[in-house]
């Protein structure tokens, strides 16, 4: 079993298009997160919700929007999509909340997104 | 905030061989978690190895083990008997206060038959 789904893993659109990825994790974790990766491969938090709750919210522009319908599952909304958004965009979860980090993030394969 | 460095964009290592891989971090934090991950091709995030700052032994998974320098802040990882599917792109991370992991930029690792 997966313990970090998302979909899609591939996804190739128009500039100015919405666009939504979701995540699935059944490991029982109450935290899960958004990381972006970008052309250089560095990987940078955007968002983490705890339990549907929104605890970190990182300079990302607002046409980016989180959505956690419970804690098991995380999705992201990319509203009017620019060439700069083009990247891998991965979902991860972890066992808690509050420091420190009490283990590993455990991460989806990612979704690569390629704007045109 | 946090940083975290990794010089060396690239390295290489013949296989059997021992590569160490560098790191360094910043932090006013006395409690904090230290990771490597390993992202292969197919770039799924793997954890390699973690070590919990007040833990004064380096962690050791089979090949992979940690130098790790609190006072200095370095966190260094030694590959021993380098196979081929140890090549990758490594990130260090660090996980303090904030629930959330900081990235260094990786080093891609090639070996070498």
């Known amino acids: 079993d997966t313990a970090v789904s998302q979909t899609p893993k591939y996804l190739v659109t128009q500039m100015g298009n919405d666009k939504s990825i979701k995540c699935e994790q059944n490991?029982?974790?109450?935290?899960m997160y958004w990381y972006k990766q970008d052309s250089k491969k560095f990987l940078k938090i955007m968002f983490s919700?705890?339990?549907?709750?929104?605890?970190i919210n990182e300079t990302v522009p607002n046409r980016f929007s989180p959505k956690s319908p419970d804690k098991a599952h995380l999705n992201l909304h990319i509203n009017s999509l620019e060439l700069g958004d083009s990247a891998v965009y991965f979902c991860?979860?972890?066992?808690?909340?509050?420091?420190?980090?009490?283990?590993?993030?455990?991460f989806g394969e990612g979704s690569r997104l390629t704007v045109l | 905030a946090q940083t975290v460095t990794q010089s060396q964009p690239e390295m290489s290592v013949q296989e059997a061989e021992t590569v160490t891989l560098s790191c360094t971090y910043d932090t006013s934090e006395s409690d904090y978690y230290l990771f490597w991950y390993k992202q292969p091709p197919s770039r799924q995030m793997i954890l390699v190895i973690r070590?919990?700052?007040?833990?004064?032994q380096n962690a050791t998974e089979n090949r992979f083990s940690v130098n790790f320098q609190k006072a200095a802040k370095s966190f260094s990882l030694k590959i021993s008997d380098s196979q081929l599917g140890d090549a990758a792109m490594y990130f260090c991370?660090?996980?303090?206060?904030?629930?959330?992991?900081?990235f260094g930029a990786g080093t891609i690792l090639r070996v070498k038959s």
């Open positions: 991860a979860s972890s066992q808690g909340r509050w420091h420190p980090v009490a283990g590993e993030l455990f």
């Open positions: 919700y705890n339990n549907k709750e929104l605890i």
């Open positions: 991370a660090y996980g303090g206060y904030g629930n959330k992991l900081v």
């Open positions: 490991l029982g974790h109450d935290t």
């Open positions: 070590q919990e700052a007040y833990k004064q």
